[in-house]
């Protein structure tokens, strides 16, 4: 079995990337580092760097070894702090969800924060894909989704829908396929899945957003409205989002002919058990959405 202490040691290095560097981070003497890697060189059996002077680059096994190595370490960590305290109010959550279900479960889980201090919300907004990754790899606990996952290592079940809005500058109506042509497009990183899923079910000109020129791009949830506010284009957002955005009288929302909604599922990772901290995180954001 590998020695878990020494394979603290390598994959602190790695990514520390530095001897000096690692060694102050876990309070050894630089000494005591390269006497880890050489042990652990020794009990796996192969070479796991290739030095070059004061640096050093992985060998294939020790690129293996890192990638394997840390999701065991993180594993470990995460069960050592189970069984030391598995309190439904107390501890660290890390959560991440793309932006729009996000402003409104951040809110809420503050508020559950504020109720019990001793429980710690680490809330990221990023990307389906990028959430997905997190959860797999352990990065998050719990991932908040507006498609279902793809990644085996993850279990999921829908807990909500939210609808999908057309919003225009203040001036418009009712926007037609010319009138969204000569707007032009804001996008954002969910547009073309947002707008293909709208834009195909209300308008028989659209066949791919591309067909639409792009006027702008804000990756930032609270901003992509901004440009619309100020006539610059049109976007498609889930309802959460708009509700958020602290400029309403700038902007008009379309409740179009053929309403359409995106699932929000909730997913973690298929081998690891839930906390009852995070099964409270959970319970909570299903309450709040279905209420």
């Known amino acids: 079995m590998i020695n878990p202490t020494w394979l603290n040691t390598f994959c602190t290095l790695v990514e520390v990337n530095h001897f000096t560097q690692t060694a102050e981070r876990l309070y050894m003497t630089q000494s005591g580092v390269s006497q880890h890697i050489k042990k652990l060189e020794q009990q796996v059996n192969c070479a796991l760097l290739e030095r070059h002077g004061k640096q050093f680059s992985l060998t294939p096994q020790g690129q293996n070894l890192y990638q394997q190595g840390s999701l065991l370490l993180k594993d470990w960590q995460f069960l ?71 990644f085996s290592e ?30 032009g497009f804001i996008a954002h990183p969910d547009a073309s899945h947002h707008a293909q899923l709208l834009l195909s079910e209300n308008y028989s000109e659209f066949e791919h957003i591309d067909q639409i020129r792009r006027t702008g791009f804000s990756n930032q949830i609270s901003l992509i409205l901004e440009p619309v506010s100020l006539g610059l284009g049109f976007t498609v957002l889930p309802a959460h989002a708009v509700a958020a955005f602290n400029k309403p009288a700038l902007i008009k929302t379309h409740h179009l002919e053929c309403p359409v909604s995106e699932s929000i599922y909730v997913c973690h990772h298929r081998n690891r058990p839930l906390a009852k901290r995070m099964n409270t995180v959970i319970e909570l954001i299903k309450a709040g959405v279905n209420s």
Not at 97 to 121: D, M, R, T, V, W
């Open 154 to 183: 993850l279990t999921s079940h829908k807990i909500s829908q939210e609808p999908l809005l057309l919003v225009t500058p203040a001036g418009i109506n009712m926007p037609n396929w010319q009138t969204l042509c000569e707007l």
């Open 80 to 150: 050592e702090q189970q069984l030391k305290d598995d309190s439904s109010y107390s501890g660290a959550v890390k959560i991440q969800s793309p932006g729009s279900c996000g402003l409104k479960f951040y809110n809420q889980l503050l508020a559950l924060q504020s109720e019990h201090k001793e429980l710690i919300i680490d809330y990221r907004f990023a990307p389906n894909v990028s959430v997905e990754q997190a959860v797999a790899n352990h990065s998050a606990d719990i991932g908040f989704l507006t498609q279902a996952p793809t």
